[in-house]
C-alpha cells in the first residue's frame, strides 16, 4: 500500500510539472543577452581558465596513461588501447588509475593556472600601457593667467551688445564681428 501511494504521488507531481498547471502563460521565458560590463574581467579570466583545463583533461589522460605504459615497458599488460584482459577484470588497479587520474588532473590544472597567469599580466600590461599613453590630466586654473579672455554668456545682461534671445554661440560670434568691425580701436586694444 505504501509503494503504491508513493508511485502515485510521483505520477502525480510528475503530471502537474509537464502540464504546467499553475504555470502562467504569460511570462516570455527568452533569455537576455549579458551586458558587456555585467562581469568583472578577472571573472571571465577564471572561466577561461576553467575550460581550458577541463578541456585538456582527456588528451592529458590519454598522454598519461601512454606515459604509464612506457615507463612499465610497454608491457601489453599496462597497454591502454586494451582495457581488459581475457577474464574480464581491468588492467590496471584502482591505485594505478587514481595516480593517472590525479596526475592528469594536475597537469591539466597547471595549464590552466599558467592560461590565467599569463592572460591576468597581458591584460595587465596592455591596461599599463594605455595608462601611459594618456599621462596625467592637470586641470589649471585661468584666474591668474593674463593671457585668459573672460567670454560672457549669451543672455547675459553684463554685455548690451548681446540681445537676450541669442542663445546660439555662433549668433554672439557674429555680433562680436559686427561690433569688432564698427569700433576698429577695440579690435586693436585686445592686440
Known sequence: M???SVFLF???SLLVNT???GASTTDSHTPEPYAPDEF????KDLRRAEIITLGAMPFITFNVTLGFWAI???DDAHSPFDGTTESGITKYTNSQTVGILLTSLGISAGIGISDFLVHLLKTQNITNKNKKKMGNINIESVTDDPDAVKIPLPGNS????ISENQSDPADYLKSEKSVNSKNPEKKNAGN
Do not use: V
Open 2 to 4: 505504501k509503494k503504491k
Open 10 to 12: 510521483l505520477l502525480f
Open 19 to 21: 502540464l504546467g498547471f
Open 40 to 43: 568583472p574581467s578577472w571573472l
Open 72 to 74: 612499465n615497458g610497454f
Open 158 to 161: 553684463e554685455n548690451p551688445e
